[in-house]
């Protein structure tokens, strides 16, 4: 999985510095489609940003199969050591769908026939032009004593029940009916449960810079504020600065994230990219707009992946004009007005190749700006000379040519990742100095 | 998280089905940072595929903070269940490593210092010039009775130990220190717990059909094979067919895999795109490779993703000679020929455009194939007559020109993936039907 974010600096977990206490929750994931090689639970992770947003910590997470007595042991240990319990999925109408009964053993009631239920999952299906499946049925049983939580996306209902001061919450587990139901019938009764604390998160992205020099920078700032935490993250290129607060009321700590994270800004200048955890497309995507300015883009070794990471930004086609993926050495003659002569005397890889290839593209598109990209993405192709992750970064305007050189380490996903991070951030510290663009 | 799998017909868990018993094993990953909202264990996939592979179920996964009762109280429940219980992470340094400390504590016995350990721990910090710091002393207490699993990538060391017929094995966090160790130390041994059982995996991919039909063709085929399981998994944009075998010998479940996997492509033909799981591209790829021909690509809606994805699989310079993002009109026109009055008469979204994009590359490029992609992958810019969705997509070869309509579900990201798709497959099966290709 190639999104999942690396902590490299030790960790300090936000909510073990904070001081107002916070109710423990717990999650259990359920089915066996979740214990294969190929799936995980990821509803859990906005669960608990839904969750930590109202100040209560999610404690532990189980993934649990069809499977009574595990389950039924996990439900039971979960409303023993924790304020809140959320399961998710078993609701479905067939045999493995475990849940209802098994929370209802759980914690030692009946499940009993509720007609309304019924009728409306009857409704849902008619609404479709067919008949209830007898199946169906089943979903029309709830724990005795449970209010009932509405599904507008899906015929599962859900449930929330109080035993003694603790409460239990079953969801579905396709996502699009979890989220609303959720969001809908039991935020707010949680918000209630949680009371005064709100707990807020920022993030800030920060291009060209190690996680040392960002953290002995920003250090002094950041340790001022004690109801903040800071963890500095590294992501595949760049660093990432979680800044979460934890207040009473909510107007506090949008105007604790606000005031740090500019203080931060103004320390680190334009290498914070993201004030709110942009990508660095949107983020160039912004500047060409309110620019009113165009791109075009030449690459070699990143094939496409400038040019796509551009395009995926809704609304692109304003400023990106065209791009070329010029892999082989004809192509870039061809298209890009590579004379040979740089090719054969400096080669593919080189910054006058880079260069050569900006301008062609510049010339070519009749745009403001044009990147080019030229590389070893490797794993073959490297030499003593010009190894493996050795790229080439060209750029043009109206007014200059020029290239950087980087070396990249990783392999060929994140070196062409990297490439084009680089290249993009290049273009927007371009943008930035410009003295017409006012920010 | 855009890469998770969706069971769209009902989700037969592979091991309920067999008849072999199987031990089953529980996960418990442990650090605090994996309940946040951005981060989740990903150790256990790739555990749980080693121990199906041997014939070894998981039956639970938690994740758990640096809670030293929780943690205490998983690792007992664990143990009492399950004949196997992994732990991971939590072996550092510092006080927030917490899992020798605990697990000691859940088994009821003491740690002890192990000399033998510290002297490896400090040899391995002098050979990177360091001195050991006082804090990694900590690394070297042992839980009495258990062996030591060395850690060449790391300063910390895993055990194992027997505890009546359980076995309790802990292991560290980073993914490069838990695979190797486990494969190393821990493997062998769990391969000789679980006897003779053998489960195997196949995954068949399929393009251009729905999961019903798949069905209805296969069914008759598969269920006559009682040791192996199939799964139809719709993925992205295609059909996964999982096939499980559970057999004695590995021999045994490799030809049953091989047998019954021929069978179902004899069934559904060309539509089977890979026989072991490999992306379109890369059989793509390997078509292009084998028959020595040439691929170009010209984009609009898909911006640089078909490119991108070609040039994603190593080797590829070799067949993919140019790409162009012609993202707009007069790219179009100025790049691929394609004339002004085909995008006036009939739109930039249209057969009549996509088939000159195909062919103005193509003759651009001097190579022997074209694909190009003209589309509306929203969210705006959709129309009642064109509405966002609607893609066509161009093919070029020396021999004819010709282009496909299609309307496609999904978001913007979705569009856009589903019509690479499409188009790379559109070559793959224009390609077969080369009589000059043998596959």
Redesign the interface.
């Known amino acids: 999985?190639k999104?999942?974010?690396v902590?490299s600096l030790?960790?300090r977990?936000?909510?073990?510095v904070f001081h107002l206490p916070m109710l423990a929750a717990e999650i259990i994931a359920i089915g066996?489609?979740l214990?294969?090689?190929?799936?995980?639970?990821?509803n859990?992770?906005?669960l608990?940003?839904k969750l930590?947003e109202i100040g209560v910590e999610?404690?532990?997470?189980?993934?649990?199969?069809?499977?009574e007595?595990?389950l039924e042991?996990?439900i039971k240990?979960a409303l023993s050591?924790s304020d809140i319990v959320i399961t998710t999925g078993g609701l479905g109408p067939?045999e493995?769908d475990i849940t209802r009964t098994v929370s209802a053993q759980a914690v030692g009631r009946k499940l009993t026939f509720n007609e309304e239920v019924l009728t409306e999952v009857q409704a849902r299906f008619r609404s479709f032009g067919r008949e209830m499946p007898e199946i169906n049925k089943r979903q029309a049983f709830i724990i005795e004593g449970a209010d009932v939580l509405p599904n507008p996306n899906g015929s599962a209902v859900g449930m929330s029940l109080k035993i003694e001061e603790k409460l239990l919450v079953v969801l579905p587990g396709p996502p699009h009916e979890l989220k609303q139901m959720f969001e809908n019938f039991v935020l707010p009764k949680l918000r209630e449960l949680a009371g005064e604390i709100y707990v807020k998160r920022k993030v800030l992205r920060v291009s060209g810079m190690g996680e040392s020099a960002v953290d002995e920078l920003i250090a002094p700032i950041y340790k001022v504020y004690k109801n903040v935490n800071t963890s500095i993250l590294f992501n595949r290129s760049e660093i990432e600065l979680?800044l979460t607060a934890q207040t009473k009321t909510i107007e506090e700590a949008d105007s604790l994230l606000e005031e740090l994270s500019i203080k931060i800004a103004e320390k680190l200048g334009n290498a914070v990219f993201a004030m709110n955890g942009e990508t660095m497309e949107a983020v160039v995507g912004k500047l060409l707009t309110e620019s009113g300015k165009t791109l075009s883009?030449a690459?070699s070794c990143?094939?496409?992946?400038?040019?796509?990471r551009?395009?995926?930004v809704?609304?692109?086609?304003a400023y990106?004009?065209?791009?070329?993926?010029?892999?082989?050495n004809?192509?870039k003659i061809?298209?890009l007005d590579v004379p040979l002569e740089v090719i054969e005397t400096y080669g593919a890889v080189s910054a006058e190749t880079a260069e050569a290839m900006a301008n062609g593209m510049r010339e070519?598109?009749r745009t403001d700006y044009a990147l080019a990209v030229t590389g070893i993405a490797?794993?073959?192709g490297g030499t003593e000379e010009k190894p493996v992750g050795l790229v080439f970064i060209g750029y043009a305007d109206e007014s200059e040519t020029k290239s950087i050189k980087i070396n990249l380490p990783g392999d060929?996903?994140l070196i062409?990742w990297r490439t084009s991070q680089a290249a993009l951030d290049l273009l927007r510290r371009k943008i930035l100095k410009n003295p017409e663009i006012v920010r």
């Open positions: 999985m999104i999942s974010v902590y030790p960790f977990f936000p909510f073990s066996s489609e214990l294969t090689p190929t799936k995980t639970d990821t859990s992770l906005w608990t940003e930590n999610v404690k532990l997470k189980t993934i649990v199969g069809d499977d007595a595990r042991e996990t240990d050591r067939t493995d979680h883009v690459e990143t094939g496409g992946l400038i040019a796509q551009l395009t995926e809704s609304g692109s086609s990106f004009i065209e791009g070329a993926v010029t892999y082989s004809e192509a061809r298209t070519k598109a490797g794993p073959g060929r996903y062409r």
